[in-house]
Each structure stands twice: as structure tokens, then as C-alpha cells.
């Protein structure tokens, strides 16, 4: 079966980092695109890094510098690093695979892990 | 960046009703474009991919359909279990966005 799961969330101070991870079962993982995507408690969705087959990294222009995006296709994972966090990162973090048709969607989701920036 | 901008931003609906959602990016993204079902609690499905295609395993009641700047998510009778919240999202470029989400709620 294909899936994702998140873990590292939690409570952390603001100016503290957390460590996100994301493990992948079910195919294969090097030859898709991964992204983070988050979702404050009651709100919208909101995209905020991705990386590709190849490693090209994008971020959300408010998480540049902050935040780092990065890959294992050895162990099927995929990590975010956060550090400055603030307020305004307190969400629900999603884990989710590029679409395999290329064309820009996510086809594939994890169940999410909270991360919660207060003092 | 693209703007996504959805309406309405909730819609009370029945069983059996046609419920059509629009979606506007603010320039042209071709067929670039993602359609998603949220129930509370759980993370995003993916319905429809490039403006029209449908997932496997979506039903058939659910279509899409646009390109350029403007596109619709259509439910032709709503059932029980597609009481939720629906997003757009641009995959032309970087960064990806999402509309504001329409939620459909029980009349």
C-alpha cells in the first residue's frame, strides 16, 4: 500500500526549531517529487516546500532561510528542518508525493503532524 | 505569485442536488490545475487532476473542466459522503497555491 507518515511535531518556543520527517512505504520513492504542505487549525491550505527527483529545492517565499527541505531516497524519507519558527507556523503539517503525471498536484497524502510555536 | 480565488465560499446543498464550483487563477496556467476533497480531520484527496482528468478511484459523479483562467468543479448529485470541503490549487508554478476552499454543507 502506498503511504506516508509524518512524525516530529510538537510544542516549540518561538526562535525554536523542530526537525519534521516524513517516512514513504509502497513505491518508489527516488523518482517522485515531495512536498510539505501546511494547514492552520480551521483554515486554508498552504504549499510551503518542495523538492524534486533530481533535489531542486523550492520553499514558500515567508519560510526561505527558515526553513530546509531535504531527502533520503535510501531510507524512503523526506525531512523539514525549521528553525526561527514563529507564531504564524502553527499548523498541521502534511507530507504529500508529486503527482506522477507531472503536472504540478499531489497525489498522494499523509495523515499530518501538529506543530505548535508558543511561548 | 498566482492568486487562486474560489466561489462560493459555501454552498448548502441537498442529496441528489448538481453542485458546480468555480475556481479563478490570476494569469493563465493552461491546464494546470488540481481539484481536492477535505473532510474534517483528515487530510486532502486528490479528484481531478489537469483541469479534467479524474483520479482513479474518484466517481464519475464529480468532473472538471477550464483552462487558462478559469475553471469548475462540477458534482452532478451530491451524495452523503461528499459533504466537505473542496480546493483548487495552481500547478503551473512555483509557488504552488490553493484557493480559499469551498465548504458543502447539508440544506
Known amino acids: 500500500e502506498v503511504q506516508l507518515e509524518e512524525s516530529g511535531g510538537g510544542l516549540v518556543q518561538p526562535g525554536g526549531s523542530l526537525r519534521l520527517s516524513c517516512a514513504a512505504t509502497g513505491f518508489i520513492f527516488g523518482n517522485h517529487d515531495m512536498h510539505w504542505v501546511r494547514q492552520p487549525t480551521g483554515k486554508g491550505l498552504e504549499w510551503v516546500s518542495g523538492i524534486g527527483s533530481a533535489g531542486d529545492k523550492y520553499y514558500l517565499d515567508s519560510v526561505k532561510g527558515r526553513f530546509t527541505i531535504s531527502r533520503e531516497n535510501g531510507s524512503n524519507s523526506l525531512f523539514l528542518r525549521m528553525k526561527s519558527l514563529r507564531a504564524g507556523d502553527t499548523a498541521v503539517y502534511y507530507c504529500?508525493?508529486?503527482?506522477?503525471?507531472?503536472?504540478?498536484?499531489?497525489?498522494?497524502w499523509g495523515q499530518g503532524t501538529m506543530v505548535s510555536v508558543s511561548s | 505569485d498566482i492568486q487562486m480565488t474560489q466561489s462560493p465560499s459555501s454552498v448548502s446543498a441537498s442529496v441528489g442536488d448538481r453542485v458546480i464550483i468555480t475556481c479563478r487563477a490570476s494569469q493563465a496556467i493552461g491546464s494546470w490545475l488540481a481539484w481536492y476533497q477535505q473532510k474534517p480531520g483528515k487530510a486532502p484527496n486528490l479528484l481531478i487532476y489537469?483541469?479534467?482528468t479524474l483520479q482513479s478511484g474518484v466517481p464519475s459523479r464529480f468532473s472538471g473542466s477550464g483552462s487558462g483562467t478559469d475553471f469548475t468543479l462540477t458534482i452532478s448529485s451530491l451524495q452523503p459522503e461528499d459533504f466537505a470541503t473542496y480546493y483548487c490549487q495552481q500547478g503551473n508554478s512555483f509557488p504552488r497555491t490553493f484557493g480559499p476552499g469551498t465548504k458543502v454543507d447539508i440544506k
Open positions: 504529500a508525493r508529486g503527482d506522477p503525471y507531472g503536472l504540478g498536484g499531489f497525489d498522494i
Open positions: 489537469a483541469a479534467s
